[in-house]
């Protein structure tokens, strides 16, 4: 980070979206982002709320410092916000202030320096772009496209699961497992036949267990690839598992936003399946990907002990 300007171009690409009535936390050490917390800005209007996410993020990053913005035109909420956040990381930790709104934006208090926001790229934010890094035009757009698939294409589509689950019996577990590892290597995204195959290997536990050994910083794009190709196609009781590796390729790849929404789909269809309670984990404690080769043979093993159980797993979210 180089800049302010630098700051708040860059940040649509931390988060994944746009947003709007939020806090945007953003962890740096030495001028380098480390993590990136957004959360709307009513939920930590009072100060228990704020002082949680303060607590994980630099119980996480201890040594870094934290630069605040919150997204909105109402001068007052944002402000009484951005003061809470200096009472309770204090100075040593505290970059700079900022307040957001739709077209300018104010550093360090209400009568602090300006500017005006032109849409225009940054250096920053097109390096995050030739990195990858997506910036939806809204949180809403990130969990529309989760949502499953049109009524109008129910039918056929549980026509073709039908086909595609007769045929993924006949294969066998070796014969599911060799398809498995084909449909996540592959560098195009799924067809409407993959993406229904994808979907009926996801609920079985030794699919999502293969899918969570193969996944890493070098798989993690074909995985979400895959995944979100099958989101698109799954039904019924495929949804939840599906959601779930999606929401753990999203994470390999630093698009905390989508993992988010995937655990918060998850908890409408089903909250008690395994993988969100690893979600939920990797989020209240502020995991970095980068951790994941120290954690996977740990995961791994806890829900191997849980499929066998074959009961949900205990958490502070009733996991």
């Known amino acids: ?26 962890v740096l050490r030495e001028g380098r982002v480390v993590v990136t917390a957004r959360v709307d800005l009513a939920a930590v209007a009072g100060e228990a709320a704020l002082d949680s996410l303060l607590g ?47 077209s300018t934006w104010r550093a360090d208090c209400p009568d602090g320096p300006g500017g005006t926001i032109t849409g225009a790229v940054g ?25 499953g698939p049109p009524g109008t294409d ?34 195009e995204p799924p067809s409407v036949s993959d993406g229904v195959r994808l979907a009926l290997l996801a609920v079985r536990p030794e699919c999502q267990l293969d899918a969570l050994r193969d996944l890493g910083q ?33 994470w390999q790849t630093g698009d905390g936003a989508l993992q988010v929404v995937c655990l918060e789909q998850i908890d409408l269809v089903d909250p008690a399946v395994p993988l969100a309670a690893v979600l939920d984990w990797l989020n209240a404690e502020v995991v970095p990907p980068s951790a994941w080769p120290e954690l996977r043979g740990a995961v791994l093993g806890a829900l ?16």
Do not use: K, N
């Open 123 to 147: 250096p920053a934010a097109a390096e995050a772009a030739v990195l990858g890094l997506p910036a939806r035009s809204s949180r809403r757009d990130l969990a529309a496209g989760l949502a």
């Open 154 to 187: 129910v039918e056929a589509l549980s026509g073709e699961a039908a086909e595609r689950s007769a045929e993924l019996e006949a294969l066998g577990v070796r014969g599911r497992r060799r398809l498995l590892r084909r449909l996540l290597a592959a560098e």
């Open 1 to 26: 980070m180089r800049s302010v300007e630098d700051l708040v171009g860059l940040v649509p690409y931390l988060i994944g979206f746009h947003p709007e009535e939020s806090l945007v936390v953003v």
């Open 304 to 319: 191997t002990d849980l499929f066998r159980a074959a009961g949900p797993p205990a958490s502070r979210r009733r996991r």
């Open 56 to 102: 994980r993020l630099f119980g996480r990053f201890p040594d870094a410092e934290g630069w605040f913005l919150a997204y909105t035109d109402d001068d007052r909420l944002a402000w009484d916000v951005l003061a809470s956040c200096v009472e309770l990381v204090g100075l040593v930790r505290l970059g700079r202030l900022l307040q957001v709104g739709t």
């Open 218 to 250: 070098e798989t993690a794009d074909r995985q979400l690839r895959a995944w979100s190709g099958a989101v698109r196609r799954s039904l019924g009781a495929q949804r939840p598992s599906v959601l779930g590796l999606l929401g753990m390729a999203a």
